[in-house]
Antibody, heavy 121, light 108 residues
Framework: QVHLQESGPGLVKPSETLSLTCAVSGYSISNGFFWGWIRQPPGEGLQWIGSIYHSGSAYYNPSLQSRVAMSIDTSRNHFSLTLTSVTAADTAIYYC??????????????WGPGTVVAVSS | VVLTQSPGTLSLSPGEGATLSCGASQSISSHYLNWYQQKPGQAPRLLIYAASRRATGIPARFSGSGSGTDFALTISRLEPEDFAVYYCQHYDYSSTWTFGQGTKVEVK
C-alpha cells in the first residue's frame, strides 16, 4: 500500500521561497503515475498546485505557474515543490497525492496527511 | 473548466438521503469527473472516480451519476460518519486538475 508523507518548514517569511518534499513508500515513483501537490487555505476549499509525471514532465495551475516548480527524484523515491515569492495568501495545508493514470480518470487515489505552512514575518 | 457545486451547505438528519450537485462550465467527459470526502483535520479521501465508479472500500450507499455538464453524488441514507465536506474534481486534457468549491453536509 502506497504511503505519502509531506515534510518542510512550517513557517516561511514573506517574499521567501517555500520548499516541500513528499516521501513515497510502498510504491516506486519511477513505475508511473502522476504525483501532485494540492493546498487548502484555512477554512477554504482545495486548490490544485501542480502535478509531475514519473518522467519529470510537470504541469502547473496557471494561476501559480510563474512561481511554482516541481521536481522528482526517483533514486530517493520522493518529489518536491518550490513556491517563490510567498505572501500570506500562500498560508495553507499542503497535501501531496498520487494521481492514477492507469484507470484513465486521473483521480487522486492516495494522499499524504498534509503539512501546515504559515507565511509570516 | 470551472466546477460549481451546490448547495454550499446541506443540513440533513442521519438516515436521510442526500444529493450533491457539481456543474461544469462546459461539457466534459464523465471519465474525468471524480468525488472526494474530507472530514475535519483529515486529508481528502477518494469516493467516486469516472463519475460513477466507487473507489475501493467505499460503501454502496455512495453513488455517482451524470454526464455533460451535470453530475451528482448521492448518499442513499446518511450515516453519522458521512457528515463532511464533499468535493468534485475534473482532469482536463491539458493535464490540469480542477476542484469544485465543496459542499458541506451538516447535521440538522
Amino acid at each position: 500500500q502506497v504511503h505519502l508523507q509531506e515534510s518542510g518548514p512550517g513557517l516561511v517569511k514573506p517574499s521567501e521561497t517555500l520548499s516541500l518534499t513528499c516521501a513515497v513508500s510502498g510504491y516506486s515513483i519511477s513505475n508511473g503515475f502522476f504525483w501532485g501537490w494540492i493546498r487548502q487555505p484555512p477554512g477554504e476549499g482545495l486548490q490544485w498546485i501542480g502535478s509531475i509525471y514519473h518522467s519529470g514532465s510537470a504541469y502547473y495551475n496557471p494561476s501559480l505557474q510563474s512561481r511554482v516548480a516541481m521536481s522528482i527524484d526517483t533514486s530517493r523515491n520522493h518529489f518536491s515543490l518550490t513556491l517563490t515569492s510567498v505572501t500570506a495568501a500562500d498560508t495553507a495545508i499542503y497535501y501531496c497525492a498520487r494521481a492514477d493514470v492507469g484507470s484513465g480518470s486521473y483521480h487522486f487515489d492516495s494522499w499524504g496527511p498534509g503539512t501546515v505552512v504559515a507565511v509570516s514575518s | 473548466v470551472v466546477l460549481t457545486q451546490s448547495p454550499g451547505t446541506l443540513s440533513l438528519s442521519p438516515g436521510e438521503g442526500a444529493t450533491l450537485s457539481c456543474g461544469a462550465s462546459q461539457s466534459i467527459s464523465s471519465h474525468y469527473l471524480n468525488w472526494y470526502q474530507q472530514k475535519p483535520g483529515q486529508a481528502p479521501r477518494l469516493l467516486i472516480y469516472a463519475a460513477s465508479r466507487r473507489a475501493t472500500g467505499i460503501p454502496a450507499r455512495f453513488s455517482g451519476s451524470g454526464s455533460g455538464t451535470d453530475f451528482a453524488l448521492t448518499i442513499s441514507r446518511l450515516e453519522p460518519e458521512d457528515f463532511a465536506v464533499y468535493y468534485c474534481q475534473h482532469y482536463d486534457y491539458s493535464s490540469t486538475w480542477t476542484f469544485g468549491q465543496g459542499t458541506k453536509v451538516e447535521v440538522k
